[in-house]
């Protein structure tokens, strides 16, 4: 009887190990399968990632960029737009300060910048330039009945600008000049209306939509400064640059790059 029990009793224990094992068997496995899933399942997020561009503007700089039906529209968004397209990716525009454009390109907060981006050398220390895609220049608007009728007038008047943009660098440089800084480049002409500053200094082409809405105003024949657009990505990116440049190429030869531009300034 004592031997047919202990028989009885190693069996059993035997039979206990063997369930344990198989459920160990099973646990492992589900881990395997658990831990293979995360794992696709991240790498699907950063394939999602990856097929997405962002861009930062600032939108309030027409024809460049701007709200329209609650989107961004202008210049810089389509030719993302195209460029994202010979890219195969999606784009993503968010709008913020222009002062904090470069910024979260260098943060990575964005992929590029794309506002009227005016290349200068102080610029290329933060950021890398795609070629560039499009001349520009400074001028001054005054009112018509200014006395204003050239750069050298500006001599000790008050100049509005708008933060963060080449205006506001180059505002500096003139002699006695009191510059007074404004979020948007709106905000700076409504001042002008308003008798507040004596000229603004921006951007030929969003001027030229300013003065066209105030019959009160216009541009100093003498441009302030001329300039040239490009994209800002961040530095180092030069996979991304490459590309870049080569849609931007594409883009110029195929005459799309044209018809963009076309499409928001017309031949005067």
């Not at 202008?74 to 999606?90: Q, Y």
């Amino acid at each position: 009887m004592k031997k047919n029990g202990l028989a009885i009793a190693a069996a059993l224990c035997m039979a206990v190990a063997l369930t344990a094992c198989s459920g160990s068997g099973k646990t492992e496995t589900q881990a395997t399968t658990d831990s293979t899933t995360a794992k696709e399942a991240e790498n699907q997020e950063s394939m999602a990632e990856g097929d997405k561009l962002v861009m930062v503007t600032n939108a309030e700089f027409p024809p460049y960029e701007y709200h329209e039906n609650n989107e961004i529209v202008g210049i810089d968004a389509d030719i993302a737009k195209a460029i994202a397209d010979k890219l195969g990716m999606e784009l993503e525009i968010k709008d913020m300060a222009f002062d904090s454009l470069i910024p979260a390109v260098q943060s990575g907060k964005a992929d590029f910048t794309a506002a009227g981006m005016t290349v200068s050398e102080d610029r290329k220390k933060n950021v890398d330039f795609t070629d560039t895609y499009a001349e520009a220049a400074q001028v001054v608007i005054v009112k018509k009945d200014s006395e204003i009728n050239a750069i050298d007038d500006l001599t000790g008047k008050k100049i509005g600008v708008q933060t963060g943009t080449t205006g506001d660098i180059y505002a500096d440089d003139i002699e006695d000049g009191d510059v007074q800084r404004f979020n948007k480049g709106m905000d700076a002409v409504m001042s002008l209306t308003q008798g507040k500053i004596d000229a603004v200094v921006i951007d030929r082409e969003p001027a030229k939509v300013f003065v066209k809405d105030n019959e009160n105003l216009k541009i100093l024949d003498e441009a302030f400064t001329e300039e040239e657009y490009a994209i800002a990505l961040k530095k180092g990116n030069t996979e991304l640059l490459d590309k870049m440049n080569g849609a931007i190429k594409e883009l110029k030869e195929s005459g799309e790059f044209k018809k963009i531009v076309d499409h928001y300034i017309t031949a005067e």
